[in-house]
Antibody, heavy 123, light 107 residues
Framework: QVQLVQSGAEVKKPGASVKVSCKAS????????INWVRQATGQGLEWMAW????????GFAQKFQGRVTFTRNTSISTAYMELTSLRSEDTAVYYC????????????????WGQGTLVTVSS | DIQMTQSPPSLSASVGDRVTITCRAS??????LNWYQQKPGKAPNLLIY???TLQSGVPSRFSGSGSGTDFTLTISSLQPEDFATYYC?????????FGQGTKLEIK
């Protein structure tokens, strides 16, 4: 069965960086995108980015430009999200999710999600 | 960026009720609209994509409709496990923005 398993919770100081991993299993890693979505405590979902694990290209929300890097290791079916210059507003649960375009439909959606990784930024 | 606006922000209903949640896009997005359900402490779960296509395994009491800018999610007969927060998301272009969510609570 399809699974996305994320790395454990992190506590970081302001200005530091964090790297979250997302290990995929149960499907061919390079065929589907990996999306990253975050959710601050008690708040809604905020879409961050997609990454194509085959080619390594990405698309992301403008607000994260310059602070976020997405990479992957196809040999171990794992995607990574690194966020730098952390500030308190980055405290959130970060989710990875498998992204795809619906067959015959054209819409882009995320069908399987990781369990989430809590990143806490605090001095 | 496309803005997604859901209404109502919260909703109280009883088991067996029929409920409808609406989602409006700030520009036309054809039928490129998805719905997710999220329960506390859990990851979102895809319910519907392409405005009306039910994801595999999702009960048939869930349905979606709409195109262009206006969309609805309907639950025909609420079950206890349906009390959760629901999000719409546009799948038309990057960034794939979400609505702010609708929290469905037990009356």
């Amino acid at each position: 069965q399809v699974q996305l398993v994320q790395s454990g919770a992190e506590v970081k100081k302001p200005g530091a960086s964090v790297k979250v991993s997302c290990k995929a299993s149960g499907y061919t890693f390079t065929i589907y995108d990996i999306n990253w979505v975050r959710q601050a405590t008690g708040q809604g979902l905020e879409w961050m980015a997609w990454m194509n694990p085959n080619r390594g290209n990405t698309g992301f929300a403008q607000k994260f430009q310059g602070r976020v890097t997405f990479t992957r290791n196809t040999s171990i079916s794992t995607a990574y999200m690194e966020l730098t210059s952390l500030r308190s507003e980055d405290t959130a649960v970060y989710y990875c999710a498998r992204g795809l375009v619906g067959r015959g439909s054209g819409t882009y959606f995320a069908d399987y999600w990781g369990q989430g990784t809590l990143v806490t930024v605090s001095s | 960026d496309i803005q997604m606006t859901q209404s109502p922000p919260s909703l109280s209903a009883s088991v067996g009720d029929r409920v409808t949640i609406t989602c409006r896009a700030s520009q036309r997005i054809r039928s490129y609209l998805n719905w997710y359900q999220q329960k506390p402490g859990k990851a979102p779960n895809l319910l519907i994509y392409s405005a009306s296509t039910l994801q595999s395994g999702v009960p048939s009491r869930f349905s979606g409709s709409g195109s262009g800018t206006d969309f609805t999610l309907t639950i025909s007969s609420l079950q206890p496990e349906d009390f959760a927060t629901y999000y719409c998301q546009q799948g038309y272009n990057t960034p794939y923005t979400f609505g702010q969510g609708t929290k469905l609570e037990i009356k």
